[in-house]
């Protein structure tokens, strides 16, 4: 059996008149993230792990900031075509363990929705993707509450 690992990152700092996307989900808050796309902080981790663990490098490469084509882009779609991309390589996925980290807003009341946002996308069980929510306890850039990061594990094996 062919396993393998990625792991994924990501941070956006907050902006007034952003609409703030979480794991596909819309959450109403004063700020949402700024970014080239809708900035969904969760979901770039989880492609960042998942193109890693195919040795297909990471997020910008594959979806460059530079190209009008992914401006403003639902996060989901390229969510969708991360899937794509390991598929091609005869990959499928094993599981997921996402953290999201944030002060505010208070996140685990949308953990359930994200969940199966994404697992209807990446069309894995509700089981396979696990997100969490936790704060830094009032340190650092996201403790002062200028932005969110988020971070991914991602096991995924060859077909």
């Known amino acids: 059996m062919n396993i393998r690992v990625g792991f994924g ?10 609409e703030l ?3 596909g989900i819309k959450i109403e808050h004063t700020e ?3 970014g080239h796309s809708d900035a969904d902080v969760l979901i ?7 193109l890693g663990a195919a040795n297909l490098r990471d ?31 005869g990959y499928s996925i094993g599981n997921i363990d996402a953290t999201i980290c944030a002060e505010q807003p208070k996140l685990n009341p949308h953990i359930p ?23 830094s306890e009032k340190m650092g850039f996201v403790g002062r509450e200028e932005g969110i990061t988020a971070y991914a594990v991602a ?4 077909v």
């Open 9 to 18: 990152y990501d941070m956006h700092r907050f902006e007034s008149d952003r």
């Open 21 to 23: 996307w979480i794991g």
């Open 32 to 34: 949402g993230l700024v």
């Open 44 to 50: 770039h981790a989880i492609c960042d792990a998942l």
């Open 59 to 89: 997020i910008g490469h594959n979806f460059p900031d530079n190209d009008e084509a992914y401006h403003n882009i639902d996060s989901k779609i390229l969510l969708k075509h991360t899937k794509e991309l390991l598929q091609g390589r």
């Open 113 to 135: 929705q994200m969940q199966k946002t994404m697992s209807d996308i990446l069309n894995i069980h509700l089981d396979s993707i696990s997100v969490k929510a936790t704060t």
């Open 155 to 158: 096991l995924i094996q060859k």
